[in-house]
């Protein structure tokens, strides 16, 4: 039995590896729920499945909890604790970073769904991996594709390249002159995955895309010239991975995210489903692929390049994108004010190489209140 | 350094594989060339690459032989010779059976780009595989896709199915009514494959698809229910693997026999090369599925029952259908006639139940003069 804890248990991810977990109840022992603020599904949650630790950003009276279940002061006393083998860590944006840290450290696996904590940090995330012997299990359907494509590989030697594929997200057919006018609501209409808001709202920039080259980059240890992208509007490859003997392999099933978050569940072992659905491909009949266009996608082409930079130029992409979707989401900017924001925010930001936590955690302070004040000034 | 023995060097997959040794010259020491008629190709290659052994079915004077070169009396002595690990199986037709045994048995491995042995003895290969130790490498592009996309997996627990990829052949587009009349020229018009003779026509015919059912039925022990078949126009699927999961795998690549020749012969490691053309994905556009039509292809189904049938039938499946394409060939019967001759072979065979090496030749014996004199009577 595997002894798992979930981290933003009422969140899409989390909701999604509860099914995963009663669909095999033998299989887990869920030892502890986190989430931020949805309190009466947590409690609903605590009370299905009896974790001893409960963790939220509101203090409960402790009758209001099922027997044998506490409340965990920190997350870092979750992420630590000796009854947890797994932690499933769903997370939104950059918050995610220090638990991630303290779980690797602890020589944890985290099967990670919260991509932007790799993002803002991947050297120091490896190095605590590496140092703890934790271990990185990615979830996204991106990577945890390549991951399943490179099972029984040599990674480092045979690789020629990594190809992420792109549905292109909500607003890949609409005219690129009515894009700056585009609502929340129409651009969380993902054409292929039901997912959280935030990640939506990445997708239909492509910054999300831009996240999983910089993910990949430091899941896989691949140089960034050997990371591509194409777009692929089925959403049913997930990802390839190209060897360097020319052949080519794919991962490929219906876009539903609880395969992937099953997958690194249970890794190394697959396990039988019969809940997530198939892919037939003669009822799809036909996989497309189409080189990206930069000019509809500036979020992707600015991911890159904050990427390639290095230093505490990925911190901030991540932070400003993070502030700059949540004013959008709120009504406050419109969509291509997001990555106006983000550009200008790398712009005027000066990295430190090699950052440090804290130089990581100040740099994602000073993007957020950077984004913030220029939304004000505005 | 690997010491292979090529049986069929002159032959398509044999000339491709000396291609593979020519790029890596510090890998492979050809111990050994075998080649049916083509005389001066195999002294040419036996120039070149100063073999030990040379086998042909003529009989050659000593001093025409490079030094060091001895004429092999049987295939036998090549195939269970000591400074052999690796033999490249690209005979044509059932001839090749009793030098598979016989490799087998001896414990070597070999890599199978002669199907038709597969075929016809599947259940006695198997077999002799496990007493002797040796081990069958798919070459043929579908297995080989099938053993990549499973290498780090569990094959026997986690598969919910294979699937296969057919081109649909020469013929694919040519109206039914058309067909009869079709000459060997136009037949022997594979749309991307270019291949040996024989196989292009059963590609047309598409008995190749229902001898690759058989053929990864045994290879990967997989029940007849699970091996599906999809046309796929653009070959750059090779074949698919569902898992139980819902996940799936492909492997892709350009249509080109050096890419699963070279990952046999260098299996379980990959070698970087530069001369197999890559997929480009964009370059492609998009890659298409559709069902199989069986009013199109009824030689695939003939093979499927034959194959499900067992005992002497796929022998006899086999033997009949290389009886056949010969003729064919040889412009001495129609293309559909193909098809109605393996049809009425089987149909009047006497099949044995758990053959023994003796009844199968038999079997194929008697398939052969069956089609002949079927074809003489006609």
Redesign the interface.
């Known amino acids: 039995m595997k002894r798992i804890a979930i981290l933003g248990s009422t969140g899409s991810i989390g909701r999604q590896t509860l099914d995963v977990v009663r669909a095999f109840p033998d299989e887990f022992d869920v030892v502890a729920l986190s989430a931020w603020s949805n309190r009466d599904l947590l409690l609903a949650q605590a009370k299905e499945f009896n974790p001893t630790l409960l963790s939220s950003k509101e203090q409960w009276p402790a009758e209001s909890l099922p027997p044998g279940t506490h409340i965990a002061e920190t997350l870092e006393e979750i992420v630590t604790n000796p009854d947890v083998d797994l932690i499933i860590q769903g997370m939104v944006g950059n918050i995610g970073l220090l638990p991630t840290l303290q779980a690797l450290g602890a020589g944890k696996q985290v099967a990670m769904a919260n991509k932007e904590p790799i993002v803002m940090a991947g050297e120091l995330l490896m190095q605590a991996a590496t140092r703890g012997g934790g271990q990185l299990l990615p979830v996204d359907s991106e990577p945890s594709a390549i991951w399943?494509?490179?099972?029984?590989?040599?990674t480092q030697?045979?690789v020629?390249r990594l190809?992420i594929t792109a549905s292109g997200g909500a607003l890949r057919d609409l005219p690129l002159d009515e894009i700056a006018k585009v609502t929340p609501a129409r651009a969380l209409k993902h054409p292929t995955w039901d997912m959280g808001k935030k990640i939506t709202i990445d997708c239909a920039t492509l910054m999300n895309k831009g996240f999983e080259v910089i993910e990949s980059h430091w899941l896989f240890d691949m140089p960034w010239d050997q990371v591509d992208v194409?777009i692929?509007h089925q959403s049913i490859?997930h990802s390839?991975v190209?060897?360097?003997?020319?052949?080519?392999?794919?991962?490929?099933?219906?876009p539903?995210m609880r395969?992937p978050i099953?997958?690194a569940m249970f890794y190394p072992?697959?396990?039988?489903?019969e809940e997530?659905?198939?892919?037939d491909?003669?009822a799809?009949?036909?996989?497309?692929?189409?080189?990206m266009n930069p000019d509809r996608y500036p979020c992707f082409v600015t991911a890159l390049e904050a990427g390639h930079a290095g230093g505490t130029y990925p911190t901030v992409l991540s932070a400003s994108d993070e502030t700059a979707v949540d004013l959008f989401l709120k009504g406050r900017i419109g969509f291509t004010d997001i990555h106006r924001l983000v550009a200008s925010t790398l712009e005027r930001h000066e990295s430190k190489e090699r950052p440090t936590l804290e130089d990581i955690l100040s740099a994602d302070e000073w993007a957020r209140q950077a984004v913030l004040s220029a939304t004000e000034n505005s």
Chains 1, 2 share one sequence.
């Open positions: 399943q494509c490179l099972q029984g590989e040599e030697r045979t020629r190809i194409v692929h490859i390839m190209e060897f360097t003997d020319g052949s080519m392999k794919a991962q490929m099933g219906a539903d395969l099953q997958y072992k697959r396990m039988a489903s997530i659905p198939r892919f491909p003669i799809i009949g036909s996989l497309t692929f189409e080189e």
